[in-house]
């Protein structure tokens, strides 16, 4: 990571490319420990840098480079980004600024399945296709964050409804054959940017905001109310069980309990600490016999 200050402005920039990154949008190199530890090493411009710097970090053996490059396909959906080319860029005696660069990065991206669904209802799953780069947001997004993007495809009959398709996409009207992907918003790279991502038919037909079941041994929400419900009842049969000899703590030791004091008392406490407490009659002068 190189800090550098100019026009009294400090700024970091990418390990990798030498370009300028905002303050919190940047990827980082991923050295992971055999006992999974992860370490994230110095700070690149997007993911292409990250796989260009796995490629030439000097690892201590084949698998940590192999759990650097699983910790960033895992972190991108199971996309696996192309290795940037810097020497594109014109400070390297290329022919390209920092935006064209980025676009550049956004548009030679490696293969990612996507869907295809036709017609008549079936699902083929395909590579994108180069020409699919701009695609139309449905702004329907699964539990995860990634979004459902859909392309017109070229194949005959393109008039023909997808009811299908219309339905998956909540977009009425679809027609022909329609190419489905899922992106998410890139929040690490330097630019903005939406990154596609492999999707299946599983991810199509599983509906939207609903985390993928699996079977790991967890309890359901009905089976954690019965059994919520069955340690109060065992709590309550304990609790009282345990109380049964228990007598309030005012009737423990009644002898403890001190007297309301009559008047007299209170007014001999009160001559002792000189308070008056006598009678004008008693406290007035008696005459000589």
Request: hydrophobic letters at 40%; one cysteine or more; charged letters at 20%.
């Amino acid at each position: 990571m190189v800090k550098r200050t100019l026009h009294k402005r400090s700024f970091t920039q990418c390990d990798l490319s030498g370009l300028p990154l905002p303050a919190k949008r940047f990827c980082y190199l991923p050295v992971i420990a055999e006992n999974g530890k992860v370490q994230k090493k110095g700070q690149y411009a997007n993911w292409e840098c990250v796989m260009r710097a796995i490629e030439l970090h000097t690892w201590p053996d084949a698998a940590a480079q192999s759990r650097a490059v699983d910790h960033v396909k895992s972190w991108l959906f199971g996309a696996v980004p192309k290795p940037a080319d810097v020497g594109l860029l014109d400070h390297f005696g290329g022919c390209m600024d920092a935006a064209e660069w980025h676009n550049h990065c956004v548009v030679s991206r490696s293969p990612v399945s996507v869907v295809r669904v036709l017609t008549n209802g079936t699902f083929e799953t395909i590579d994108m296709p180069e020409a699919c780069s701009q695609g139309v947001p449905t702004g329907v997004k699964m539990f995860d964050g990634r979004e459902l993007v859909v392309f017109y495809d070229t194949n005959p009959d393109p008039w023909e409804p997808n009811p299908v398709a219309s339905e998956l996409a909540k977009m009425p009207n679809l027609t022909g054959p329609v190419i489905m992907a899922l992106s998410f918003e890139d929040t690490e790279s330097f630019m903005p940017r939406h990154r596609y991502v492999p999707c299946t038919v599983t991810d199509l037909l599983r509906k939207p905001l609903e985390p993928p079941t699996k079977d790991d041994g967890a309890s359901t929400l009905a089976q954690f109310r019965a059994a919520s419900k069955a340690m109060a009842g065992t709590f309550k049969a304990y609790e009282a069980e345990r109380s049964k000899y228990a007598v309030a703590p005012n009737t423990i030791t009644p002898g403890m309990v001190m007297p309301a004091p009559s008047g007299a008392e209170l007014a001999a406490v009160a001559r002792l600490r000189g308070l008056g407490g006598g009678s004008p009659r008693s406290s007035a002068p008696r005459a000589p016999a």
